[in-house]
């Protein structure tokens, strides 16, 4: 008997879930056809992988136009020498190269939360919205741990909309510079993530 692979019986059930979903959404006008030929895509192997890259200006706080602010903190954060329970809320800049002046490609905003009691270890929570460039009205989440004090740090991309409906990959962030003087950081991320490449197909395609 032919032994059955998991994750071709997932991704058939998948697959069987959405042909049903479509059944409804086709009665539904043009909209849902643009959806049914979406959903026929992702599962008839339409579906890619893109490499990211760009740079986050990190304006933390002090920084005269700061991007990022405390938002909450626990009793212990204060005692605490890896700043537990500290909140942060941040609308970052993100652009292609690393100077500030460099062209914008859209925004980082989301949270950031001193998770780890014994050691520089944040709950990340961060949307990418794009609005310039080759995936300009998507968004890209990610959402894992940061280890800040590793060089190079892996965080999970768990979803998306637009292109990026249905996204997984991983993120590479690491710091591009530092200044603690004026609080202001740049980090560098490389993401490599799925997309639909038959989404807004129209739009030109630019490099990132
Ligand atoms: C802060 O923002 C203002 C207005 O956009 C700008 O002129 C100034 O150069 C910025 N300051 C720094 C230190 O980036």
Known sequence: MAKL???ALILTIFCLLVSTLNVYAAREGPAAAVED???RDICGGKEKVVKLHF???????GHVNATVFEVAKASITPNNPFAFGSVHVLDDLVTEGPEFTSRALGRTQGLTTNADLSTFGIAMNLN???????????????LGRNQVTDAARELPVVGGT???RYARGYAIQT?????PVSNYAVLEYTIYTTYNSKFNNEIEIAEM
Do not use: C, E
């Not at 990418?128 to 890209?140: D, E, K, V």
């Not at 710091?175 to 200044?179: F, G």
């Open 55 to 61: 740079y986050v200006q990190d304006l933390r706080i």
């Open 37 to 39: 030929s979406f959903h």
């Open 128 to 142: 990418f919205y794009f609005y310039a460039g080759r995936f300009s009205g998507s968004q890209l989440s990610i």
């Open 175 to 179: 710091t591009y510079s530092m200044d």
């Open 162 to 164: 637009g292109a990026f």
């Open 5 to 7: 692979n998991p994750i």
